[in-house]
């Protein structure tokens, strides 16, 4: 494999991130949420705490990629910083409930919502599966083709949040903003 199939440019690696930061939850747990909190503008503020607390996660790998400016993320950021232990650990927690995990959880979201239009008789579990086995392949042959249609793929779920936000935000009060006259 050449070094320019390794590499990604800015756009794919964005595309990367927001589809880690956008993944599944807002598809699957809103409705959940919804149930548990009661008001839609709870729901909002949770996920503005949530973006809040993304985005001081990433100013700090920002600071630590600036003082430990060396490959390996944050294997080497808990290595130098607390102890080889801990970044073995986190590693494993990374790749199985912060990669394996979600995928999964997205493939068999993704399944679920086919369900309709599947035939009858075909689960879910195998379409999601199927679907895990695709992308595999996908990404198999050039990185540089898979990170075009991850891409595109992205760019799909952010039209389509936005298209649902709009949607959604004009509906939590049809009649407008009332207030109560003491």
């Given at each position: 494999m050449s070094d320019s199939q390794r590499r990604l440019g800015p756009g794919a690696a964005t595309a990367l991130v927001v589809a880690n930061m956008g993944g599944t939850g807002v598809f699957t747990t809103s409705g959940i949420l919804m149930g548990i909190l009661g008001s839609p503008w709870l729901v909002l503020l949770t996920w503005l705490l949530g973006g809040i607390t993304a985005l001081?996660?990433?100013?700090?790998?920002?600071?630590?990629?600036?003082?430990?400016?060396e490959s390996g993320g944050e294997?080497?950021?808990?290595s130098r910083t607390l102890h080889p232990v801990a970044a073995y650990v986190a590693g494993w927690l990374s790749l199985i409930?912060?990669?394996?995990?979600?995928?999964?959880?997205?493939?068999f979201a993704f399944a679920e919502y086919l369900r309709p239009w599947l035939p009858a008789g075909v689960s879910p579990?195998?379409?999601?599966?199927?679907?895990?086995?695709?992308?595999s392949l996908l990404h198999l042959g050039s990185v540089t083709f898979g990170a075009r249609i991850q891409a595109?793929?992205?760019v799909a779920e952010v039209v389509l949040i936005t298209l649902f936000a709009s949607f959604g935000l004009g509906r939590l009060y049809p009649d407008g903003f009332h207030t109560t006259s003491p």
């Open positions: 001081l996660g990433a100013l700090c790998y920002g600071a630590l990629a600036q003082r430990i400016p294997y080497v950021f808990l409930v912060g990669f394996a995990v979600p995928l999964g959880a997205l493939a579990r195998v379409v999601a599966t199927l679907l895990l086995l695709g992308a595109v793929i992205v």
